[in-house]
């Protein structure tokens, strides 16, 4: 086997070759692996990016949600201490209204009262008025008649 043609390749020409292709292999692994972390990389940093994204309008979202939150109970407090005001004057004009009406009440008692004593008052002075004058008569007939 000592011929060797133009096609024909030697076995350690083959080795060589191999070799060679295995080192290119390598190399293409290892520049494959750097663009796979690369593009990891790549993704976490776009991932990190949306994340923060993501938590600034939530955080935004939630400040928003809480600031309505607490205008709407300042809005409730407001309302409630003018219905607290209101609600308080309204009995200070009743509890005067009241009092006033208490006062009209116990003015028309006493004036009712002292009617009352003056009318007992005349009603005693005409039944004394009319026992003397049926006295009167009674002695005038008694005398006419003696």
């Known amino acids: 086997m000592g011929i060797v ?7 350690s020409h083959q080795d060589i070759a191999f070799k060679q292709i295995l080192a ?3 190399c293409i692994k290892k520049d ?3 663009l796979q972390k690369s593009d990891f990389a790549n993704l976490r940093s776009g ?3 949306e994340s923060a994204r993501v938590r600034a309008e ?3 979202d939630i400040n928003l949600e809480r600031s309505m939150i607490s205008d709407m109970f300042t809005k409730q407090e407001k309302k409630l201490s003018d219905a607290n005001t209101e609600f308080r004057m ?3 004009d009743i509890d005067h209204d ?3 009406t208490k006062k009209k009440l116990d003015t028309d008692v006493a004036s009712l ?3 009352l004593a003056s009318l007992k008052l005349e009603t005693i002075r005409y039944l004394a008025v009319t026992a003397f004058t049926c006295l009167t008569i009674i002695l005038s007939f008694y005398q006419l008649w003696k």
Do not use: G, P
């Open 58 to 60: 939530a955080k935004l």
């Open 90 to 92: 309204k009995k200070a």
């Open 24 to 26: 290119h292999l390598d």
């Open 98 to 100: 009241k009092l006033e």
């Open 5 to 11: 043609y133009k096609d024909m390749v030697t076995l």
């Open 32 to 34: 494959l692996v750097i």
């Open 113 to 115: 009262k002292t009617l």
């Open 47 to 49: 991932n990190e990016e």
